[in-house]
């Protein structure tokens, strides 16, 4: 790509959120430092946002302007010249700026080198001169200034204030925004605003927004990916026992319970890393437990109960053969033989019987888990990805999944399950739980879920 790189300072006060922001607009949860004091940012630091590999944008995260009263006091004394411009520059080459002065003009040294200028202003604060100092020297170097509201969803913001404040100074094109949501609406609006500002930006911009709304998209798809093979694994596992005695069964339950909870834990793993955060990220609330002793991972009837796996039927009566039972201990649930339901399609219920029937003539029983723990695993991925999506970058406290969300997709899965899934129940192949999950058809039953579950994750 030849287009030249847009350089784009931010500038603000010290503490205003500004690498908060860069975090979530460049999707790096690692860049620069971020901190409750001030004076975070001692230098300028650079990014970029690339588009096919190559930069298009150069972000540069620049120091707070610690004490723009005096700066702009001593330049407004300094008279000469009269062009301000020429007066920053002059002011740049000289030994103030080394010296007294030396933290600010870190940062007018970048303002006077970038395209647009990006002024961040924490609305949590009060409306105070030093602010006014601050755009004024902005103003006065002639770069394009956009004031951007930052934090604006806090119970403490002043959004109406500063927007006036704004509007007496001549800066009528303020964006509102929260680093700690990723806003594709607000990324947009942010990009529409720098084009407005400077014509030669247009084109590059409209290939960052493309490029952003691609991302998104692909992201989308890979959520519902690794969902569909999660799915795929735990529904088709049925490891069989030999015991017929439903107590005898209980550590072969407990042992399932397990796998598939270690197995949601690596999609939720590859999730998160896909989407830029690492495992901190994600709280899951008493559902993903590790014993100090020795790193395996085990489940609590409490647990269990989050994970829902457990029968929506309670112990069903099967054939007088006995091909058909649920297996109850506390919380936990984890349908036998019968479990593939009518819920899941009758042809492979019929399948699904036949198989049962030579099992059960071998001495056999497998077990199976729930089609109620298959709906809310769904809902649990489908929701960690939605959140995923509208979570930024600069967020601290873990993401903890949304109780409403979940029953909505919980609800929506319950509706319409798909059938992929019913045919997994009778191909124990395809369950990677048991080694390499490989095959045509299982790629192709993958494909079919990943579009159906995509079409599930709508965030818009």
Not at 107 to 115: K, T
Not at 135 to 152: D, E, G, Q
Not at 270 to 277: I, R
Request: proline content about 4%; hydrophobic content about 45%; some cysteine.
């Amino acid at each position: 790509m030849s287009t030249a790189v847009i350089k784009v300072a931010l500038v603000g006060h010290t503490n205003t959120g500004k690498t908060s922001l860069l975090r979530t607009l460049i999707r790096d949860t690692q860049f620069g430092e971020i901190a409750n004091r001030a004076s975070t940012t001692r230098h300028v630091e650079g990014t970029a946002l690339l588009v096919d590999g190559q930069p298009m944008i150069a972000f540069y995260d620049t120091p707070g302007l610690e004490d723009s009263i005096s700066l702009l006091e001593h330049l407004e004394q300094s008279g000469e010249p009269q062009d301000w411009v020429a007066r920053i520059e002059q002011f740049l080459n000289s030994e103030d700026a080394q010296q007294t002065f030396a933290q600010e003009a870190k940062s007018l040294r970048q303002i006077v080198a970038c395209d647009v200028v990006i002024y961040v202003i924490d609305v949590r604060e009060q409306v105070l001169g030093k602010y006014r100092d601050e755009l004024t020297l902005l103003i006065r170097s002639a770069r394009p200034v956009i004031p951007l509201l930052n934090f604006i969803d806090s119970p403490a913001a002043r959004n109406e204030q500063w927007r006036q404040h704004l509007i007496r100074l001549g800066l009528h094109a303020s964006l509102g925004f929260n680093p700690l949501i990723s806003d594709a609406q607000a990324e947009r609006r942010l990009f529409e605003k720098m084009r407005a500002l400077n014509d030669g930006l247009y084109e590059p911009l409209g290939q960052v927004m493309a490029d952003l709304d691609q991302r998104r998209n692909r992201l989308r798809r890979v959520a519902a990916d690794l969902i569909a093979d999660l799915l795929i694994d735990v529904a088709a596992y049925a490891p069989p026992v030999t015991q017929d005695n439903a107590q005898a069964l209980e550590d072969p339950r407990r042992e399932l319970a397990a796998q598939v909870r270690e197995r949601e834990w690596h999609s939720a793993s590859e999730m998160l890393k896909t989407f830029g955060f690492n495992q901190g990220d994600y709280a899951p609330e008493d559902v993903f437990i590790h014993t100090a002793a020795d790193g395996h991972t085990w489940l609590t009837l409490a647990s269990l109960k989050h994970l829902g796996i457990r029968s929506s039927s309670g112990i069903a009566a099967g054939a007088s053969a006995g091909l058909a039972a649920d297996l109850l201990v506390g919380g936990l649930s984890l349908g036998v033989g019968a479990a593939t339901g009518a819920a899941l399609g009758g042809m492979y219920r019929l399948r699904a019987q036949s198989r049962l029937l030579m099992m059960h003539l071998r001495g056999q029983t497998p077990i199976y888990v729930s089609n109620a723990t298959l709906y809310q695993l769904a809902a649990r991925q489908l929701t960690l990805a939605d959140g995923l999506l509208r979570r930024g970058h600069a967020a601290v406290h873990p993401l903890r999944l949304d109780a409403t969300l979940l029953e909505q997709y919980r609800h929506r899965i319950e509706l319409a399950p798909p059938e992929v899934l019913a045919q997994a129940r009778v191909t124990p192949s395809w369950s990677g739980l048991i080694g390499p999950a490989l095959g045509r058809e299982r790629e192709a039953a993958r494909q079919h879920l990943t579009t159906a579950l995509e079409q599930l994750l709508d965030t818009e």
